[in-house]
Antibody
Framework: EVLLVDSGGGLVQPGGSLRLSCAASGFTFSSKWMTWVRQAPGKGLEWVANIKEDGREKYYADSVKGRFTISRDNAKNSLYLHMNSLRTEDTALYYC???????WGQGTLVTVSS | QAVVTQEPSLTVSPGGTVTLTCGSSTGAVTSGHYPYWFQQKPGQAPRTLIYDINNKHSWTPARFSGSLLGGKAALTLSGAQPEDEAEYYCLLHYSGPWVFGGGTKLTVL
């Protein structure tokens, strides 16, 4: 059974940092591009970032470029999202995903507020 | 980055047919955009229905189909069921970055 378990969300002040994690199992994680997607409360889906199998190619949405870093540890079957300089507009449910195969985490909620 | 447009809302009668579309601000949507379609119901994670224009997953009901139509990606629902009432999102690939459409709220009424 494929599982993506998202964790690391919480309440953080504007300007703060947070690291999200995604634990993958049930498929060959090290051979798959992976993705982070977010959804602000009551809003639509927003693509955040992609990372290649070996971590050497990464792409970011303009809204997070320079502030967020996607990374992975294939030995631990884990995906990460390092978020710095957080803004109130980053408040959202963050999903780890492999959309082409229909793999989605349950999401982890990030709230940026003073 | 590009802007991807979808109808904000559509209504279909039970048993009826409806087509949702997905356009790109950069021009015609092509196979090179690898259009995806997702279904999301309240309180649930998105579910991938269609990938690469018209490929389905094992869980995708046969009444859903994807295509390219008039320069846009399209999702056609033939024989709508009450359980199809949901938000539908398309996703386009732009040689690196991806962009979601704003979503279409589909009502079955």
């Amino acid at each position: 059974e494929v599982l993506l378990v998202d964790s690391g969300g919480g309440l953080v002040q504007p300007g703060g940092s947070l690291r999200l994690s995604c634990a993958a199992s049930g498929f060959t994680f090290s051979s798959k591009w992976m993705t982070w997607v977010r959804q602000a409360p009551g809003k639509g889906l927003e693509w955040v970032a992609n990372i290649k199998e070996d971590g050497r190619e990464k792409y970011y949405a303009d809204s997070v470029k320079g502030r967020f870093t996607i990374s992975r540890d294939n030995a631990k079957n884990s995906l990460y999202l390092h978020m710095n300089s957080l803004r109130t507009e980053d408040t959202a449910l963050y999903y780890c995903a492999r959309p082409v195969e229909g793999y989605w985490g349950q999401g982890t909620l990030v709230t940026v507020s003073s | 980055q590009a802007v991807v447009t979808q109808e904000p809302s559509l209504t279909v009668s039970p048993g009826g047919t409806v087509t949702l579309t997905c356009g790109s601000s950069t021009g015609a949507v092509t196979s090179g955009h690898y259009p995806y379609w997702f279904q999301q119901k309240p309180g649930q994670a998105p579910r991938t229905l269609i990938y690469d224009i018209n490929n389905k997953h094992s869980w995708t009901p046969a009444r859903f189909s994807g295509s390219l139509l008039g320069g846009k990606a399209a999702l056609t629902l033939s024989g709508a069921q009450p359980e199809d009432e949901a938000e539908y999102y398309c996703l386009l690939h732009y040689s690196g970055p991806w962009v979601f459409g704003g979503g279409t709220k589909l009502t079955v009424l």
